[in-house]
């Protein structure tokens, strides 16, 4: 294994080939990558002009998200994720102008309208789960629809659920993954563990050093990759969802990850970590390492990077408009969608 | 048309409903196998296989929460919570989940799932086989609450609830179960959900009830009736929402209202019928609105003349008619 835990490829092939990734794949997910961090960028910076009222936002984290997003067919497979997962949502397909009205709680949020906080990521038609606020309750939903799955009898889908390792201290967490090990169900589960749970260091969340080896005691196989490599999530995720929609059982996938923001812009993250860490982190930048990865394999240029960062900034300016300029829901809207037709 | 028990016009409502619909699934701890420890499930897994007849862990957030998921993906589930005093750790998955999935995401997700848990006292249950757990889910906005007092409406309501596509918590009264039998249509037929029954048409007073209580409260208004006091036995059925048009209709009639439940005084429903009698009937009223209802202890001792004196009954209701009549 190299330091990144991804395992040593034998023959000359890059990375990305030896995974079967095309280079247009690569150059998508690194475009991606950057264009969830400005978006990410922009939402601060809304917060602090009063314009979002509150915002959690996955910087440091999107090489896990983009990694997962490899192994998921958007709209096939269902999707459960946690308040994290901004950056897995558009790798699935939604825009920064979705998740600018998200944050703004604007008409054409495609999350929730405008009702919910920002980090609530929604989408019927991506088979991406709406989800509550309520820590580690959305797993079961994620294990309830690969039981649809068995019950429908419907192979070759599986579902794939997202949360920190502050969630797995949630008794629903137990629960779900409880019940998946004893039927063997096609459903993911996928750690990305950040250390900290708010202000909370994972050695008081989780009493063993990695989230991974309670797989055991669950029936199924854990895995542990470096979340900030992209190609080492992509393995073991693509590994993951091939085995759970083959109907060979569930797999822990546990992304060892950094958060460089405060857990949300309500959060002072210096009164339990220094800035010494943070800034060793951002070392690893999961972005940055692609970047690397691409100008050393030769997909593409500075040159043509830094365009990207610029049409980028610009595609980031103009959904921002675009949202600020989207009128607010009108108040009798609040009675909508309270129940179906019977 | 057969006489059936209530408890055998739920087991048909979930075999006629599975067997029209193969995306109706059932599942809870002891329901597969075992058929429910009320025997409500028996047979089901012999006619329709496990795929569809789940036995759960006891683990009561995965019961509810693996049929949120299930509907997602188009599938009815119908959840068995043992007793309705285990679906207190499912709470979170009720109310914050199930309940606002539709309304949190714009309309874009539903979940069409029932909840069925037996509720209730008289079958020297003690504390945790006895309690009416209803009053926790009737201020929520997205649920429904139905609690049938009859075979008939057992399963009309429980088809109804099934095929219903937002989120439905069903209590059925154990005592009812092996106690009460009536006559139950063939094959599938609904019940609407949200409407109250008028049980026994009266001129005297209109008197609220629900589940065991309709039938105990029943009994009190055919022995009154010798006294001279007409009473009008209204059955609510869907507690949550609740049918505001025919309790206002009703005692605009008779002028005087009586609520009755099993569940505690404070905090049952009983307390909003009243409050909206008094905001929207006032001046029909010829007397005070009076609530019956178990006192405020909790639910209910082991002992057999603790568990008589927590009870309510037709005489203990009939005591509550006479002293409202007379008003």
Redesign the interface.
């Known amino acids: 294994m190299t330091e990144n835990n991804s395992p040593v490829i034998l023959d000359t092939l890059p990375r990305h080939e030896a995974l079967g990734l095309s280079t247009d794949q690569v150059l998508a997910a690194l475009r991606g990558m950057m264009l969830a961090r400005a978006v990410d960028d922009r939402l601060w910076l809304l917060a602090r002009q009063g314009k979002a009222h509150f915002v959690i936002t996955p910087a440091g984290h999107e090489a896990a998200q983009f990694g997962c997003a490899w192994a998921i067919r958007a709209g096939h497979d ?1 999707v ?1 994720p946690y308040y994290r997962d901004m950056a897995l949502a558009m790798a699935l397909g939604q825009t920064p102008l979705d998740m600018l009205r998200h944050a703004m709680g604007k008409p054409g ?8 906080m920002f980090g ?1 990521f ?3 038609a991506l088979r991406i ?2 989800g ?1 606020s ?1 820590v580690g ?1 959305h797993p ?14 419907e192979t070759d889908i599986a ?1 794939i659920t997202f949360f920190g390792e502050g969630a797995t201290a949630e ?2 967490w137990h ?2 993954i ?2 998946a090990g ?1 039927h063997q169900l096609p459903v993911v589960f996928v750690c990305e563990n950040n250390q900290y749970a708010i202000s909370m260091h994972q050695r008081k969340e989780v009493p063993v050093p990695d989230v991974a080896t309670k797989a055991a005691g669950y029936g199924m196989p854990g895995l542990i990759v470096d979340g900030n490599d992209i190609f080492a999530v992509y393995e073991a995720a693509q590994a993951a969802m091939i085995r759970a929609r083959s109907g060979d059982g569930p797999t822990l996938l546990e992304c060892k990850t950094y958060r460089y923001r405060p857990h949300s812009n309500a959060d002072n993250d210096m009164k339990y970590r220094t800035a010494e860490e943070v800034a060793e982190w951002r070392e690893r930048d999961p972005i940055k390492r692609l970047e690397r990865y691409c100008l050393d394999q030769q997909l593409t240029t500075s040159e043509q990077i830094a365009l990207d960062e610029t049409a980028i900034r610009s595609e980031v300016d103009q959904a921002t408009v675009a949202a600020e300029q989207t009128p607010n829901p009108l108040s009798d809207s609040l009675f ?7 | 048309m057969a006489h059936m028990t209530y408890i055998e016009a739920i087991r048909s409502a979930m075999l006629d409903a599975m067997t029209e619909d193969e995306s109706v699934i059932v599942l809870g701890e002891d329901v597969a196998l075992k058929g429910g420890v009320f025997l409500a499930t028996e047979g089901l897994l012999e006619r329709f296989g496990e795929r569809r007849v789940i036995d759960t862990p006891i683990a009561e957030i995965s019961v509810v929460g693996l049929a949120i998921g299930a509907s997602l993906h188009g599938l009815k589930p119908v959840a068995e919570i043992q007793f309705a005093d285990y679906i207190l750790p499912a709470i979170d998955q009720i109310l914050n989940e199930a309940a606002l999935f539709r309304y949190r995401s714009n309309g874009d997700w539903h979940c069409p799932i029932v909840v069925r848990a037996p509720f209730g006292a008289g079958i020297h249950g003690g504390l945790y086989h006895s309690q009416s757990s209803e009053a926790l889910f009737t201020s929520t906005p997205g649920l429904k609450v139905v609690i049938p007092s009859t075979p008939h409406d057992a399963k009309g309501l429980l088809i109804a609830a099934i095929r219903d596509p937002d989120p439905v918590i069903f209590f059925e009264h154990k005592q009812l179960y092996r106690t009460v039998r009536g006559e139950v249509p063939d094959g599938t037929y609904t019940v609407p959900i949200g409407k109250a029954a008028i049980a026994r048409s009266g001129t005297d007073l209109s008197l609220f009830t629900y589940g065991l209580m309709t039938h105990y409260s029943l009994s009190a208004a055919e022995q009154i009736a010798q006294e001279g006091i007409n009473v009008e036995v209204i059955d609510l059925r869907t507690l949550y929402p609740l049918d505001k048009a025919a309790i206002l209709e009703s005692v605009r009639r008779t002028g005087k209202a009586l609520i009755v439940h099993e569940d505690n005084l404070t905090g049952g429903i009983g307390g909003e019928i009243g409050a909206l009698i008094a905001e929207h009937a006032f001046e029909y009223l010829d007397g005070p609105v009076r609530r019956l209802a178990s006192p405020d202890v909790p639910p209910v001792a082991f002992n057999d003349d603790l568990e008589m004196g927590y009870m309510l009954n037709p005489a203990k209701i009939m005591a509550a008619i006479r002293d409202l009549a007379a008003y």
Request: charged fraction near 15%.
């Open positions: 269902y459960v949020d495609p999350a929730s309208g405008g009702r919910q609530h929604s989408s019927r789960v709406s509550s309520s309750s079961v939903h994620a294990v309830g629809l690969a039981l649809a799955f068995r019950a429908k009898g579902a008794g629903a629960e779900a409880n019940f004893i909508d969608h309270l129940y179906g037709e019977a």
